[in-house]
C-alpha cells in the first residue's frame, strides 16, 4: 500500500507518547456492519445488497466480517452464498449461549460453512446479578460445558463476554482462561453499554492481553462517543482484533465507525493496514442508501461537509496550504473537498 500523505501533530510520534503503547503486530479490522450494523436500524439489506458489500469490503481489503446470527436461517443462508463468491474472506457468526437450544444453532453454523463462531456469554455483575440470577461458580460451569462441548470442532472458536466493562476483572481473567484452556482460540470483550473510559480501556485490555495467549478482540459501542478512542485505548495495549461499523452504524448510539478508526490507527499511528481507504466513503455511503438512512453531513470522514471550508480566513489558509486545515486530503478516503466565502 501507497504510504497516505498527511500532516498530524508531531506529538503523536514522540518516544514518550509511543513507548507507553504495545501496538500488536498484525491487526484484525472486523467489519461487523451486516449484523449489528443492520440491527440497529429499521431497515434490512437484501441478499444482493449483501453480497454486493461482501465483495467490496474484501476488495477495500478487510479480511473478516460478521454475517450474524446462527439462529437466523436468512442468516446462514447469505453465508453460504458469500462463500459460493470464493473471496478471502473469514465469516462469523454469533450464538447467544444462554439460549437453551444453543448447540443446535452452533452445528448450523458449522454447516453453513462459516469460519468464525462466536459464542456470547454475559460478562458482568449486572447481567449474572439482575439477568441471568447465577453465581460466579455457576458461570464458571456453565462456559465450562460449552467450551467442552464445541472443543473437537475444526472452526474458529471465540468466546465473547458481553457488558465486560462493567465486569469483574479477577473473575474475568479467571473466566476467560478457562475458556481458553478448554480450547477457544480467541477471546472478546465488550464495551456494550459504552460505559468506559479510555484510559481504563487500556487498563482493563492490557491486563486481558498479559493473562491471554490467544488473540484478544473488543467491541466498543458509542454511546458517550468515545468508541473510536476506546478501539484505539484497546490497540494501544495489544488487542489484535477490532470490530467496526460502517458510519457507525449499530444499537442506540452505535458503534466504532470503521472510517475513523482506520484513519486514525494510519495517519496518527503510522500503522500499515494496507487497505485501499480511498473506496471509504463510497462503501459508507452505499450502506446508508442500502439501509435506507442518512449520513450527517459534518460526520468525520466520509460526510459531505467534512473536508468544507467557508470562513474567508479558512478559505484563503486552504487555497496556499491544502493541509492547513487538514491532516489528509479528501481524496484519500474518496470524499472531496469544499471551499466557498462566506
Same mark, same amino acid.
Given at each position: 500500500m501507497k504510504k497516505i500523505e498527511s500532516h498530524p501533530s508531531k506529538y503523536n510520534f514522540l518516544e514518550p507518547v509511543k513507548a507507553k503503547r504495545n501496538l500488536p503486530r498484525n491487526l484484525i479490522v472486523s467489519d461487523v456492519t451486516m449484523r449489528e450494523g443492520e440491527q440497529g436500524l429499521p431497515y434490512k439489506m437484501s441478499l444482493e445488497q449483501k453480497l454486493h458489500l461482501a465483495e467490496k469490503l474484501c476488495e477495500m481489503g478487510i479480511s473478516q466480517v460478521q454475517v450474524g446470527f446462527a439462529k437466523s436461517e436468512e442468516d446462514l443462508q447469505v453465508v453460504k452464498e458469500i462463500k459460493k463468491l470464493n473471496l478471502p474472506l473469514k465469516l462469523e457468526v454469533i450464538i447467544q449461549t444462554y439460549l437453551d /437450544?444453543? *448447540?443446535? *444453532?452452533? $452445528? =448450523? +453454523?458449522?454447516? %453453513?460453512? =462459516?469460519? @468464525? @463462531? %462466536?459464542?456470547i456469554y454475559h460478562g458482568s455483575e449486572i447481567r449474572y446479578q439482575y439477568i441471568e440470577e447465577i453465581s460466579h461458580k455457576e458461570v464458571l460451569e456453565f462456559c465450562q460445558g460449552i467450551i467442552d462441548k464445541i472443543a473437537h470442532e475444526k472452526v474458529i472458536k471465540r468466546f465473547s463476554f458481553s457488558d465486560a466493562t462493567r465486569g469483574d476483572l479477577e473473575f474475568l481473567k479467571e473466566l476467560s482462561s478457562k475458556v481458553v $484452556? #478448554? #480450547?477457544a482460540d480467541r477471546v472478546a470483550f465488550s464495551d456494550t453499554s459504552g460505559a468506559i473510559m479510555p484510559a481504563a480501556m487500556k487498563h482493563f485490555v492490557g491486563e486481558m492481553v498479559k493473562n491471554l495467549e490467544v488473540p484478544v478482540q473488543v467491541h466498543c459501542h458509542n454511546d458517550y462517543g468515545l468508541a473510536v478512542a476506546n478501539s484505539l485505548a484497546a490497540v494501544e495495549a495489544g488487542a489484535q482484533i477490532v470490530d467496526v461499523t460502517l458510519n457507525g452504524? +449499530?444499537?442506540? =448510539? #452505535? /458503534?466504532t465507525p470503521l472510517e475513523e478508526f482506520v484513519m486514525a490507527l494510519i495517519v496518527f499511528y503510522d500503522y500499515e493496514l494496507n487497505l485501499k481507504t480511498g473506496m471509504i466513503s463510497e462503501l459508507a455511503h452505499y450502506v446508508a442508501e442500502a439501509l435506507r438512512t442518512t449520513i450527517s453531513p459534518r460526520k468525520a470522514i466520509i460526510g459531505e461537509e467534512a473536508f468544507a471550508h467557508r470562513h474567508s480566513s479558512h478559505v484563503k489558509m486552504t487555497e496556499k496550504y491544502k493541509f492547513a486545515l487538514e491532516t489528509i486530503s479528501p481524496e484519500v478516503v474518496g470524499n472531496k473537498r469544499q471551499v466557498g466565502h462566506q
Open positions: /437450544n444453543w *448447540y443446535e *444453532y452452533f $452445528q =448450523a +453454523g458449522v454447516e %453453513s460453512g =462459516a469460519d @468464525i @463462531i %462466536s459464542m $484452556q #478448554g #480450547g452504524f +449499530g444499537e442506540r =448510539a #452505535g /458503534n
